[in-house]
């Protein structure tokens, strides 16, 4: 089968042999497959947790159709449509684990699923479980144009939040973002923009911050929250390292996490898709909670694919067809 392989040479398409499953896991003939900052990453050569090198198959998220399940993937039948996330899914087929998956809701085309299943979990997980995020609160998402942006302002919306702030620092796509939850709209490339948020929220800071960039932005961040705020850490863009102001940190008694699925188990990953299911599957069903698809490219041109989103130019998810 075909399948986009990091070789010596860099990355390319490759006939490489068709896996089979074996215990917990399933075989998916890949319909669709959306590209994540990750997966542009990897076609560089640079390691995601366990993921990627030489002779890795890329990416992770993917859509299709059940054609092999393994003796313990529960629940799953073969012909069934499915969306999940995991290692080498720009293949014509890929493994995939019986936990990390679900159901394509009737009404939804594989392309519109593939761009799903990775901002699903990490910004519910990150919202909800660990953010703990309730109902009247504000909430500031930094990073809000990307695809996983875009589901948190969603999302928070969704469960109620008062206030839904977004960051870019690119107009266009800060103009957009009112489309997708936000309230307010702003630069995080502005030295100003912590008085913004102080502003909108009457000097007392936002209740939670999901934080994509960090980098120079740590510091403002904690400017920005309020007494007893939480900071949940999902992406570095920005920069892995940066001045952090303990004092400030402590003053005002800041919940910072950092989250990962690189370092999560199996069985962490399993619970988090079944929160999902349990939460906000229905405004999944009803298609209040989807990503706007920026451009589709057919398999064949994937390495086109990447180099427009090495672009940074789009809105909404780029995926992949096969």
Known sequence: MKAYVYGADG??????????????????????CGLNRADLGMTKGHAHGAAGGVGAVLGMEWAGEIEAVGDEAYGCEV???????????????TLADHGRLFPIPDGIGFEEAATLPVAL??????????????AGQAVLIQGASSGVGLMAMQIAKLKGARLVIGSSTDKHRRDRLSE??????IDSSDAGWVDQVLEATGGAGVDLIIDQISGKVANQNLAAARVLGRI????????????????????????????????????????IFRQVRGDIWPAVESRKLRLPIDRVFPFSEIGEAFAHMEANRHLGKIVVTF
Do not use: W
């Open 11 to 32: 990355a390319a398409i490759t006939e490489i042999d068709k896996p089979a499953p074996k215990g917990p896991q399933v075989l998916v003939r890949v319909r669709a």
């Open 79 to 93: 012909g069934q449509r499915v969306m999940g996330s995991g290692t080498a899914a720009f293949g014509e087929s």
């Open 121 to 134: 979990t990490t910004m519910h997980n990150a919202l909800i479980a660990v953010g703990k995020l309730r």
């Open 180 to 185: 997708f939850g936000a309230d307010l709209a």
């Open 232 to 271: 949940v850490n999902v992406g570095r863009l920005g920069g892995t390292h940066a001045d952090f102001n303990f004092d400030l940190h402590a003053a005002r008694r800041i919940d910072y996490v950092g989250v990962t699925f690189r370092s999560r188990s199996i069985e962490e990953i399993r619970e």
